[in-house]
């Protein structure tokens, strides 16, 4: 079953929302939205002026939420074909583990090979900052570094 996000924009609370912009920018795909003012941080993913609000404040959590409005997802499609790219990677840290090098190295470039595969056909299809794309591809670069290491 899928769960759809339905929020117009989002407001946290962080001490310090400036630490949060490398990862909102540079990981999630976020783009700065119009300036607040106040030490407040916004961010969008569209043409909004921002969906995102990063305030200072204690609460370290959302701390309000509101309006409507549809969060794109990935095609079904995509999300079956991350899932054997997912089983893929689990495979080659099995066999890494098992000090099986060789075989890890061939079911990660699978892994690799239907990942890349799956962004060229569904590209347009992927909302930015889409983020179990961006972990799947964090997970196999850090394996690939451990392969090098061997």
Same mark, same amino acid.
């Given at each position: ?25 540079? /990981?999630?795909?976020?783009?700065? $939205?119009?300036? =607040?003012? #106040? !030490?407040? +941080? %916004? ?10 609000? /990063?305030?200072?404040?204690?609460? $370290?959590?959302? =701390?309000? #939420? !509101?309006? +409507? %409005? ?81």
């Amino acid at each position: 079953m899928r769960h759809e996000l339905e929020l117009a924009y989002l407001g946290i609370e962080v001490p310090d929302p400036a630490s949060l912009s490398p990862f909102l920018g540079e /990981v999630i795909g976020l783009v700065p $939205g119009e300036p =607040a003012g #106040g !030490g407040v +941080a %916004t961010w969008r993913n569209d043409g909004r002026a921002h969906r995102l609000i /990063v305030r200072p404040g204690p609460a $370290g959590d959302a =701390a309000v #939420g !509101g309006g +409507a %409005t549809q969060v794109p997802t990935a095609p079904v499609a995509f999300e079956t074909g991350m899932e054997q790219v997912d089983q893929l990677h689990r495979q080659a840290e099995a066999e890494f583990l098992r000090g099986e090098t060789e075989q890890a190295a061939d079911y990660l470039q699978q892994a690799e090979t239907k990942m890349t595969d799956l962004e060229q056909r569904y590209g347009d299809e992927i909302p930015p900052g889409h983020v179990p794309l961006l972990v799947t591809k964090e997970k196999i670069a850090a394996l690939k570094d451990q392969l090098a290491t061997q």
